[in-house]
């Protein structure tokens, strides 16, 4: 009997049933793995499921010379479509051997050679949002095996979930992969349905506030089978009042980019601006060998990311809309502040901005600039020049869906 008793109980301790307080608590996420937004690329938006090994390696050896890689990309994440449409017989899931003809674990190997992380998505339901298995019911069986590959990043979907909880689910999975072992950044694609905001703090390091996005301005692209993808700027404007749910380690993601995917560069620099504003994790969506020398760029504007990366990790907000341009701000270290002047119009617009007449105050963490006491030298981030001081009135013209970033330095 009593060796019948210990049998049970490492059983129950092998897959996951008995981790000590790991059930009690919300979620066990791998704290400080992502102090700033994580960036890198993900498949999806221009390969969807036609992804293979060559794909992967050649995206790899481009983010390194191409100085992606220096910049601050690192994640490679293979999205839907990675695997095989039925699990073994020991139910693991069983990476495609067709697309990836030496294993996945040989794949893994020549993206961590190279310097970079790898990661892969599941969903929490029955089956992936393609069609491929999900991890319902294979939670801790699924988080040894990507412990075992040595991933780094997990992006986990919601399709095919009736009959669970977002918050459970969720949780669930954060613990799997606590108990597997390994440090996972785990992305919870949940597209904002249950405010995951509000709880997924404890259990993950990013959740997507919104549906798919889609490469233009601000339209909605209506699907076949009744749902939409989002305009860039339709993803800004969805969700109010959750910047102060974000911060290091615990990110409002904004969904992967489309800079590079079908939109002009005009309006690729607005969008990059925009997730570099908004704190934004940064996933570029576009195909590499095909990329251009202004869409690399754009990506790479030194500048840009600084805001993004700024160590306060404030997520900025909407601060007055002037004659169809809107005035975006976001605290930084050391007192200083970033300002984007977005244009949503279909004209282009002179545009002045008073300083003296406008301070900016942060309701949610705090911050201020009072004009009138503090004078800023201002740097323009895409000239990547000196731009006067806020004693004076700023003036520029603002093409169409344009943007300007500024950087206010006291």
């Not at 049970?8 to 000590?20: K, V, Y």
């Not at 009042?241 to 911060?247: V, W």
């Not at 990311?305 to 601060?319: E, H, M, P, R, S």
């Not at 001081?389 to 869906?401: D, E, G, R, W």
Request: proline share 4%; net charge neutral; hydrophobic share 40%.
């Amino acid at each position: 009997m009593k060796k019948i008793a210990l049998l049970l109980a490492f059983s129950i301790t092998s897959f996951g049933f008995g981790q000590g307080n790991t059930h009690k608590q919300l979620g066990g996420k791998f704290e400080g793995l992502a102090m700033t937004p994580p960036m890198g690329w993900n498949s999806w938006n221009t390969f969807a499921t036609n992804i293979d090994e060559k794909l992967v390696k050649e995206t790899a050896d481009i983010m390194v010379s191409s100085g992606l890689a220096a910049a601050g990309y690192n994640y490679i994440v293979l999205d839907d479509g990675w695997m095989t449409h039925e699990r073994d017989e020991n139910g693991d899931l069983v990476p495609d051997p067709v697309k990836f003809p030496n294993g996945m674990k040989a794949l893994i190997d020549y993206v961590h050679n190279k310097g970079l992380k790898f990661g892969l998505y599941n969903c929490a339901g029955t089956k992936t949002c393609a069609g491929y298995p999900g991890t319902r019911g294979y939670e801790y069986q699924d988080a040894r095996f990507y412990a075992k590959l040595g991933i780094d990043f997990l992006k986990y979907d919601w399709c095919n979930t009736e009959g669970i909880t977002a918050k459970e689910a969720y949780a669930t999975m954060s613990n799997a992969l606590k108990t597997a072992g390994r440090p996972i950044v785990f992305s919870l694609c949940e597209w904002g349905d249950n405010k995951p905001w509000e709880w997924g703090k404890p259990i993950g390091n990013l959740w997507r506030i919104s549906g798919d996005i889609y490469p233009c301005f601000d339209c909605e692209f209506k699907h076949p089978e009744n749902w939409s993808s989002w305009g860039f700027m339709k993803i800004v404007d969805m969700r109010k009042d959750i910047r102060k749910y974000s911060g290091p380690d615990h990110w409002n993601d904004f969904d992967m980019m489309e800079v590079g995917n079908e939109m002009n560069d005009t309006e690729d620099k607005t969008h990059f601006a925009m997730w570099c504003m908004l704190s934004s994790p940064l996933f570029t969506g576009n195909d590499y060998r095909k990329m251009s020398k202004e869409t690399l760029a754009i990506l790479t504007n030194k500048e840009l990311l600084a805001v993004n990366q700024d160590k306060l990790g404030i997520q900025g907000f909407k601060y007055a809309v002037l004659d169809g341009v809107e005035v975006w701000v976001k605290p930084l270290s050391d007192g200083a502040w970033a300002v984007s002047f977005v244009n949503r119009t279909e004209t282009a617009k002179k545009f002045s901005f008073d300083w003296n007449k406008n301070n900016f105050k942060d309701v949610d963490f705090g911050y201020e600039a009072n004009f009138a006491k503090t004078t800023f030298k201002i740097k323009d981030l895409w000239k990547n020049k000196e731009a006067g001081n806020t004693k004076k009135i700023f003036s520029t013209a603002i093409a169409s869906h344009d943007v300007v970033t500024l950087k206010l330095i006291p």
